[in-house]
C-alpha cells in the first residue's frame, strides 16, 4: 500500500532517524546528482543493482502543491496509481524487494555533504550579492603606453620604484613588449645585483635602466665575461663603474668589440698601453660610438689646421671629445683663434681646451681685451694673458684679474655689440 500524502512528511522523519545509509556504502552506491540546489539536491529514488537497498535525495519543493495535490486526488487512485506517479517507490516494491537498510551516524551524513563541489559559476544571485562583487580592471589588449598595464605588472610597478622612466622605453615598441614579458624575481632580480657590483650605485640605476633597457636582453654570463675581460686589460673596478656610467650601452658589446676599439686608439694614435686605457676611461664612448667622427677629425687637425701628428696625440689625451667634436665647431674656432687673435700652433697646443669652449665666449672676451688694450697672447711680452685663463675663469674673476675692469663695464660692452 503506497503511502498517502498526509502521511509523507511523517514518514520521512521517522525514516530520517531511522534508516539513513551507511557513510562507507553511500560513498559506493550514491550516485552524486545531476545539479545542486541552494536548499538540497535532486536525485530520484533509485534501487542498488549491487546491495539491493534503496538510495534516496532529497527533493526542494513547496509543501502547499504537496498538499493540494493530496486534496484533488481521491483516495482510491491514490491506492492505484500511486506506484506509477509518487516520488516514493510503493510498500508493494520494497515487500517484494526486502532488504536491510543499515544505520547510519548524522554527524557522519553531514561530513560527506562538506564534500560536494561549491555551487556552481552559472548559480543565480541576488541583486545585492552582485553589487558587493569587485571586478579588476580587464588587461588592455593592446596599447601604446605602458601605464596602462603598471597596475597589473608587478615588474613595472618595481621598475617605476627604481626610478625608471617608462614613457621614454614605451617609445621603443620592442623593448617596451620585453618588460611586459618579464618576471622581476627570476629576469630583472639577478641583472640589478649584477650592475651594483659593477659599481652601478641605487641611485643611478633608474637613469641607467632607463638609457639602457636592451640590457634585460643580453645573457648574465655574458656580462660577467666582458667585465672579466676589462679586468683582464687592467682596468680597476672603479675604472670600469666609471666607465659604465658615462657609456651604459658599453657592456652591450661584445668582447671582440671591445678589444677591436682598444686596439685601434693604440694603434692609429701611437698612445702606449696605459694613455690609451686613460683615454677610454675618460671617455668610454669611444668603445661605443661610430669611428667615422674620430677618423674624420683626424684628418681635420691633420690636413685642415696643420697640426703634426704629436701635436694632436698631445692634444687629445688632453682633452679627449676633440676627438668626436663637431667638424664645423673645430674650424671655426680654430680660425678666430689662429687668424683672428694671431695664436700659433704651438700656443694652442698647450692650451686644447680653447677647442671645448664656445666661440662666441671667446669672441666676447678678446674683443673687450681689444678695446681695452690688453689682447696681448705672446708669452713672450709683458701683460701676457694665456688662453686657459682666457677661456677657463668665470666673468667676475676675468673682469677683476684680467680685464682690470668691472663686472658692469664688460656688459654695458656687450651690449653694444
Keep these: 500500500m503506497a503511502l498517502s500524502a498526509q502521511q509523507i512528511p511523517r514518514w520521512f522523519n521517522s525514516a530520517k532517524l531511522r534508516s539513513l545509509i551507511n557513510a562507507a556504502q553511500l560513498t559506493k552506491c550514491f550516485t552524486r546528482p545531476g545539479r545542486t540546489l541552494l536548499h538540497g539536491f535532486s536525485a530520484q529514488p533509485q534501487i542498488s543493482s549491487d546491495n539491493c537497498f534503496l538510495q534516496w535525495g532529497f527533493k526542494t519543493y513547496k509543501t502547499s502543491s504537496l498538499w493540494n495535490s493530496s486534496q484533488s486526488t481521491s483516495s482510491s487512485s491514490q491506492e492505484n496509481n500511486s506506484t506509477q506517479s509518487s516520488l516514493l517507490p510503493s510498500m508493494d516494491e520494497q515487500s517484494q524487494k526486502p532488504q536491510k537498510i543499515p544505520s547510519f551516524d548524522s554527524e557522519l551524513f553531514l561530513e560527506e555533504l562538506d564534500e560536494l563541489p561549491p555551487l556552481s559559476p552559472m548559480q543565480p544571485i541576488s541583486e545585492e550579492e552582485a553589487i558587493q562583487i569587485i571586478a579588476d580592471p580587464p588587461l588592455p589588449p593592446a596599447s601604446f603606453t605602458l601605464r596602462d598595464y603598471v597596475d597589473h605588472s608587478e615588474t613595472l610597478q618595481k621598475l617605476v620604484l627604481l626610478g625608471v622612466d617608462l614613457s621614454k622605453i614605451e617609445k621603443h615598441t620592442e623593448a617596451a613588449n620585453l618588460l611586459l614579458r618579464l618576471d622581476f624575481e627570476k629576469d630583472i632580480k639577478q641583472m640589478l645585483l649584477f650592475l651594483k657590483d659593477v659599481g652601478i650605485e641605487d641611485n643611478q640605476l633608474g637613469a641607467f635602466l632607463t638609457k639602457n633597457h636592451a640590457i634585460f636582453s643580453e645573457d648574465l654570463e655574458n656580462l660577467k665575461i666582458r667585465v672579466a675581460y676589462l679586468h683582464s ?5 672603479a675604472d670600469v663603474a666609471q666607465m659604465v656610467r658615462k657609456a651604459p650601452f658599453l657592456l652591450n658589446f661584445s668582447v671582440e668589440r671591445l678589444d677591436n676599439r682598444l686596439g685601434f686608439f693604440q694603434k692609429e694614435l701611437e698612445l702606449s ?14 668603445l661605443t660610438g661610430s669611428l667615422e667622427p674620430v677618423k674624420e677629425n683626424m684628418k681635420v687637425y691633420h690636413l685642415e689646421l696643420g697640426f703634426k701628428h704629436n701635436e694632436i696625440q698631445h692634444m687629445i689625451t688632453r682633452i679627449p671629445k676633440m676627438l668626436t667634436a663637431n667638424k664645423r665647431k673645430l674650424t671655426e674656432t680654430f680660425d678666430f683663434v689662429h687668424n683672428v687673435m694671431s695664436i700659433p700652433h704651438h700656443i694652442i697646443v698647450k692650451f686644447p681646451q680653447v677647442f671645448n669652449t664656445r666661440l662666441f665666449k671667446i669672441k666676447e672676451r678678446h674683443l673687450f681685451l681689444t678695446y681695452l688694450g690688453r689682447a696681448q697672447y705672446d708669452p713672450a711680452k709683458p701683460n701676457y694673458i694665456s688662453l686657459d ?4 675663469i668665470p666673468d667676475e674673476i676675468f673682469c677683476e684679474e684680467i680685464a682690470k675692469a668691472s663686472v658692469q663695464d664688460f656688459d654695458k660692452f656687450l651690449k653694444t655689440l
Design 389 to 392: 685663463k682666457l677661456v677657463s
Design 273 to 286: 698601453v696605459k694613455k690609451t686605457r686613460d683615454l677610454v676611461v675618460r671617455l668610454p664612448r669611444l
Design 233 to 237: 686589460k687592467n682596468f680597476s673596478k
